[in-house]
């Protein structure tokens, strides 16, 4: 599944099999989440995580989230 997008990323659509034509695809908004690899959970790609602006941040306490 992250190749599929990391092919869109790259490319902006995916070629139709059925049809053998290639789908441009406009106007898509992606967000996504991870957490650190472990626990079932793979590390993503470098070549998928290029395209995104990473944000991290430390744990807030209760009195920050309020």
């Known amino acids: 599944m992250l ?3 990391r092919q869109w990323f790259d ?8 049809e053998f034509e290639f ?4 106007d898509i908004f992606f967000l996504t989440a991870m957490g650190l690899p472990g626990g079932g959970r ?3 790609s470098r ?8 944000l991290g941040y430390t744990q ?3 009195l920050s989230v309020k």
Do not use: C, P, Q
């Open 23 to 26: 789908k441009k695809i406009i």
């Open 11 to 18: 490319h902006n659509g995916w070629y139709d099999m059925a």
């Open 3 to 5: 190749e599929l997008l």
């Open 42 to 44: 793979s590390e993503v």
């Open 60 to 62: 807030m306490t209760e």
């Open 47 to 54: 070549r998928l995580v290029r395209h995104f602006n990473i």
